[in-house]
C-alpha cells in the first residue's frame, strides 16, 4: 500500500457559506493528529458542505470524526451537506446510526461512601461466605458417615488415585521438610542450651516440638499448599466445563461424587504424613544434637523414651484429621464457588490456599488453649 | 488457477500449501486466491482442515511447505516487523469468541487500539463503544465480563474486537455455530451490512448451509487434502464428487436454497 498522507483540514468561507474542506488519509491511525482540528472547527455559517473529495483513504475512525462533526454543527442550528465523498457514503451512514448517544463512563469514583459501602458489603458477603461454608462443610459430613453406614458406596478407584496423589506423592518432601525442622530445632536448640550447660535438653526440645506441633502443623500447610491448590483447581475446572452441571442432572450428587473421596483421602493420608515428618524431625534433630553437641544417638533415644511421654504424639496426632477436614472443605467448597470463566479458578485456588493455611493455624491455637486447659 | 481473472485483486494468495501433524497429512499441494472485497466460504467435512487452515494463514500454525501471501506481504518468510504491520490489518473472530476474560467488552475491544495506535483513552472508549455498536450489541454490554454475555453476544463481541483497527480482512471462524436460527440469521446479515459499509473481505469457515446461501460470494470445498473446487453457491450442485453432492443437494441444502432465494 502506498503511503498516503496525514489528513488536514480547513475551513473556507465561499458564497456565503463555510466549506469545510478534508484531505488526506482520514483513518483511525492519524485520529490524534486531526482530532482537535476537526472539534475547533467552527463556521459561523448557516450552510456547510464537509468536502471530501481529496479523501482517498477513510475508515470507522474518519467516518466517526466526520460524523461528530457534522452532529455538533446541525446542533448548533447550521445545514450540513456532505460533498464529494460518493465511495465513502455508505460507511458514513453506518456510522452515524451506529455512534451511540452517551459515550462510556468511566465507573464511579471510590469516594468516602463507596469506601463505608464496601465494608458493609464485604461484612455481608464474608458473613454470607461462613454460613454457605459451614452448610458445606454439613453436606461433607453427612456423605462422610453415609460411606460409614454403607461401606459398598465407597467409590474405590476414586479415593486411592487420591490418597496416592494427596500421601504417596507427598511423602519426599514432607520428609525432608521433617528432617530440616528436627535440624534447625537441634541447632537452635544446642547454641542456646550450651550457655546454661544444659545440652542434654536439646531431646526435649525436639521431642516435645516436633510431636506435640510442628511435624503436624507443617505437614498440613504444606499438603493445603500442594493438594489444598490441586482440589481447586481440578474441581474449579469441572464447574467451569459444566460438568458439576451435567452430574446433577444425571443423579450423582458432586459433593458425594468429589468431595467425599477428596476429603477421605486426606483424613487418612494426612495423619500418616504428620507421622512420616514427625519420624523425620526427630532423625535429623538427634542428628544435629550429635554432630554439634554429642550427644551421641544411643543417648537421644534413651532420653527420648524416658522424658518424652507417648501423650505428645497422641497431642499431635489427634490434630490431623482435623486439619485434614479443614483443608477438603475448603478446597471443594472454594471450587464450587467458581464462577464463569477460567481467572474465577485461579482467584479461588489463590483463596482457597490462603484460608487453608490460616484456618490450619488458627485451629491449631484453639487446640493448644484446649489442650493447656485439660492440662495434657 | 484456472479460473484467476487478471482484474482481480487477489488478497490473500496461498500455494502449494502443505500442512502435517505427525504422519498425518492434512493439506497437500493447496492453492487458494481471496479476492479483495469478496465473502469467501470454506467448507469441508470434519477433519478437512478448515480451522487447520485459517490458523495457517494467519500464523497460529507453521506449515510444512508452501507460501501464503496476504496483501502482497509473504507472510512465512517476511521479518518480524513487517508481519506485525500485516498483523494489524486483519481480525480474527475465533469460534468461541476467545475474549480476554479478565477484561470487560469494552476493555477487550480496546486492548488492539492500545497496543498498536497512539489514542488518547477517552478516543479509544468512544470508538470502542461504535464497534461495539456496530456488531449490534447494546451499549450496557460495555462494562459486562465476557462470562456474563450469552453465547452470540460473545461473538459479537469477539467480532468487535476484530473490528477494532480497521481491518482489510476479517477471519471468522464457525461464526453461526452455537446460534439459534434467528441469531444465526442476524449475524449473517451482520457480516453481510458490514462487508458492505467497511468493504472489508471476509474469510469464514462455515458449516452453515444458510450462512452460505446468503452471504458469501464464493465458496471454496476442502477434500482429498487441497481446495476440491470454488466458485459462486450455484455451480455447487454441478460438481461431480460424493461429498460436495451430499452437501449441496441433500435435504438441509435444498432448504437453505429456498430460503436464501426468497430472503434475496
Redesign the interface.
Known amino acids: 500500500m502506498t503511503v498516503l498522507g496525514a489528513p488536514d483540514l480547513r475551513v473556507e468561507p465561499q458564497d456565503g457559506r463555510a466549506v469545510v474542506h478534508v484531505s488526506g488519509a482520514l483513518l483511525t491511525a492519524y485520529l490524534a493528529d486531526i482530532e482537535a482540528a476537526f472539534a475547533q472547527a467552527a463556521p459561523a455559517e448557516k450552510h456547510v458542505q464537509i468536502d471530501l473529495t481529496d479523501v482517498p483513504a477513510f475508515d470507522t475512525g474518519g467516518a466517526w470524526l466526520v460524523s461528530q462533526l457534522r452532529r455538533r454543527l446541525q446542533q448548533g442550528g447550521a445545514e450540513v451537506q456532505i460533498a464529494g465523498a460518493v465511495d465513502h457514503l455508505a460507511l458514513l451512514e453506518t456510522v452515524t446510526t451506529a455512534t451511540p448517544e452517551v459515550t462510556p463512563q468511566d465507573l464511579p469514583e471510590h469516594g468516602r461512601l463507596e469506601w463505608v459501602a464496601n465494608i458493609g458489603r464485604n461484612l455481608v458477603f464474608g458473613w454470607q461466605d461462613a454460613l454457605s461454608l459451614v452448610s458445606f462443610l454439613g453436606q461433607t459430613l453427612v456423605g462422610l458417615a453415609d460411606i460409614i453406614v454403607r461401606p459398598h458406596k465407597v467409590r474405590w478407584a476414586s479415593l486411592v488415585t487420591h490418597m496416592q496423589d494427596v500421601g504417596f506423592n507427598a511423602v519426599p518432601i514432607i520428609a525432608l521438610m521433617g528432617f530440616l525442622i528436627g535440624v534447625v530445632l537441634g541447632f537452635q536448640g544446642a547454641s542456646q542450651l550450651q550457655q546454661f550447660g544444659a545440652e542434654v535438653f536439646v531431646v526435649e526440645l525436639i521431642g516435645i516440638s516436633v510431636l506435640r506441633e510442628l511435624g503436624i502443623l507443617l505437614t498440613a500447610i504444606i499438603v493445603a499448599g500442594r493438594s489444598g491448590s490441586a482440589f481447586t483447581a481440578s474441581v474449579g475446572s469441572m464447574k467451569v466445563q459444566q460438568e458439576i452441571d451435567a452430574m446433577q442432572t444425571l443423579g450423582l450428587d458432586p459433593v458425594r461424587v468429589l468431595v467425599v473421596p477428596r476429603v477421605l483421602a486426606l483424613l487418612i493420608m494426612l495423619p500418616l504424613l504428620g507421622f512420616v515428618a514427625n519420624l523425620f524431625g526427630l532423625f535429623g534433630g538427634a542428628l544435629m544434637s550429635w554432630v554439634s553437641l554429642d550427644v551421641n544417638p544411643g543417648m537421644f533415644v534413651t532420653r527420648l523414651h524416658d522424658n518424652i511421654a507417648v501423650k505428645h504424639l497422641l497431642v499431635g496426632m489427634v490434630k490431623a484429621p482435623f486439619f485434614a477436614l479443614v483443608i477438603g472443605v475448603v478446597a471443594c467448597w472454594q471450587a464450587f464457588q467458581v464462577q464463569g470463566s477460567s481467572t474465577s479458578v485461579g482467584k479461588r485456588t489463590t483463596s482457597s490456599v490462603v484460608q487453608g493455611i490460616f484456618l490450619v493455624i488458627a485451629l491449631d491455637a484453639l487446640f493448644s488453649i484446649f489442650f493447656a486447659q485439660l492440662g495434657v | 488457477m484456472k479460473d484467476d481473472t487478471p482484474q482481480r485483486d487477489a488478497i490473500i494468495k496461498v500455494r502449494g500449501l502443505r500442512n502435517q501433524f505427525g504422519p498425518q497429512v492434512v493439506h497437500d499441494n493447496l492453492d487458494l486466491n481471496v479476492w479483495r472485497g469478496e465473502v469467501l466460504g470454506i467448507v469441508g467435512g470434519s477433519g478437512t482442515g478448515k480451522s487447520v487452515l485459517l490458523r495457517t494463514i494467519v500464523g497460529l500454525n507453521k506449515p510444512a511447505a508452501g507460501t501464503i501471501e496476504v ?1 502482497g506481504t509473504n507472510v512465512l518468510t517476511a521479518p518480524e516487523e513487517e508481519r506485525r504491520k500485516v498483523e494489524t490489518r486483519w481480525g480474527v473472530a475465533f469460534q468461541d469468541g476467545a475474549l480476554f ?2 477484561l470487560t467488552v ?1 476493555q477487550n475491544v480496546m486492548a488492539p ?1 492500545r497496543e498498536h ?4 483513552t ?2 479509544m ?7 461495539i ?2 456488531v449490534g450489541l447494546p ?1 450496557l454490554a ?2 459486562k ?4 454475555l450469552s453465547g452470540g453476544m460473545r461473538k459479537r463481541a469477539a467480532l468487535a474486537r476484530a ?1 477494532a ?2 481491518p482489510q480482512i476479517v477471519f471468522l471462524d464457525e461464526p453461526t455455530a452455537g446460534l439459534d436460527p434467528v441469531g444465526a440469521a442476524a449475524y449473517d446479515d451482520l457480516i453481510g ?2 462487508q ?4 472489508i473481505t471476509v474469510f469464514m469457515v462455515t458449516h452453515d448451509l444458510d450462512s452460505l446461501y446468503a452471504i458469501c460470494d464464493r465458496i471454496a470445498v476442502l477434500a482429498e487434502k487441497r481446495v476440491l473446487v470454488e466458485g459462486p453457491i450455484e455451480t455447487m450442485t454441478d460438481v461431480d464428487h460424493p461429498w460436495v453432492q451430499e452437501y449441496f443437494t441433500g435435504p438441509r441444502a435444498r432448504a437453505a436454497q429456498v430460503k436464501g432465494i426468497g430472503g434475496a
Open positions: 496483501l476474560s479478565s469494552l487500539m495506535l497512539k489514542l488518547s477517552n478516543l472508549k468512544e470508538l470502542g463503544a461504535l464497534k455498536s456496530l451499549q460495555c462494562d465480563l465476557p462470562s456474563e473490528l483497527l480497521d451490512e458490514l458492505r459499509s467497511l468493504g
